[in-house]
């Protein structure tokens, strides 16, 4: 079976970004291309003659192929080896990517950045992806600092949290887009005190007694990363602990970033879906790709 990576289209120039920056990566990873364009005929709200309506259908399915069609020359003359795939899916963009990355390695879709993500992902569609996909979702910009294959060069940022089992997902991702890369890894674990009513005695005590707070969290850090470590040693690693808001300590960390990478836990939540308050802020304001990958 083939691994696939699957990237969503709808001709702007953010999402011909997503399907450049795909190529690429699935030409470091070996993965097959499937782009994909979700496309349905919406009939106007207001009565038109017949022969009007069927015309305008035909325009907007002929236009969905040719968005299709451009994108997939455009791959397969800057990369003439990549495998690659392509469909037009007759469904609303949400479930049709979902349906299509479900066995995939990856999804990747166009961002416009500091607000909601781009072309056929206007409002609430590019955050409902993310949190629904089962699979890591990158959201590559266009346009912004430098071009996007600039941004491949640079190091692979991640943000680590939790204990060892929880954070597994998030840092196999970024290990392995290390080494594909040949890149360093800058791994973050950022930390806050307890709020005032957390601080019993009890937790001050075992807090003075390990030599503070700083000490146990490089520790945690450390104990979450050794095991991968081990599995990549071609990996350089740099690890951070930073006192403070996670998002921020991310942010400050890729200047020269080729891709940021952070979780998401899966969870249910009462109002819907949700991608956690540290990939909602990297998501809007990071100059490079972001990797958002789900975790229990």
């Known amino acids: 079976m083939k691994r696939t990576l699957v990237v969503g289209v709808d001709g702007s120039a953010e999402s011909r970004a997503a399907a450049d920056w795909a190529a690429r990566e699935a030409e470091r990873r070996n993965l097959h291309v499937h782009v994909v364009h979700a496309w349905r005929w919406q009939p106007l709200a207001v009565p038109v003659v017949q022969d009007r ?28 080896r990549l495998g690659l795939t392509a469909e037009v899916v007759p469904d609303v963009p949400v479930p049709a990517l979902l349906r299509a990355a479900k066995e995939a390695e990856m999804l990747v879709l166009g961002s416009r950045g500091y607000g909601a993500l781009a072309g056929f ?37 991640v943000g680590q949290q939790g204990g060892v089992e929880e954070s597994a997902g998030v840092l196999r991702f970024a290990f392995e887009e290390a080494a594909a890369r040949r890149a360093a890894l800058r791994v973050v674990r950022a930390w806050s005190l307890p709020p005032v009513h957390g601080r019993s005695p009890g937790s001050l005590w075992i807090a003075d007694r390990i030599g503070g707070l700083q000490p146990y969290e490089k520790g945690a850090l450390e104990q979450a990363l050794q095991p991968w470590r081990s599995r990549y040693p071609e990996v350089e690693v740099v690890a951070h602990v930073v006192q403070g808001s996670a998002g921020h300590a991310l942010l400050s960390a890729t200047s020269d970033a080729g891709l940021l990478v952070v979780g998401r836990r899966v969870r249910d939540a009462v109002l819907g879906s949700r991608i956690g308050s540290v990939a909602h802020a990297v998501l809007h304001h990071a100059a490079c790709p972001v990797a958002v990958v789900p975790h229990c």
């Open 121 to 157: 992902l206007l409002g609430s569609y590019g955050q409902q992806l993310i949190a629904a996909a089962e699979c890591p979702v990158v959201s590559v910009r266009a346009g912004r600092c430098r071009p996007v294959s600039a941004a491949d060069g640079g190091e692979v940022v």
């Open 53 to 80: 309506a069927v015309e305008a259908r035909a325009v907007e399915a002929r236009r969905a192929r040719e968005v299709l069609e451009e994108t997939e020359a455009e791959l397969t003359r800057r990369h003439p």
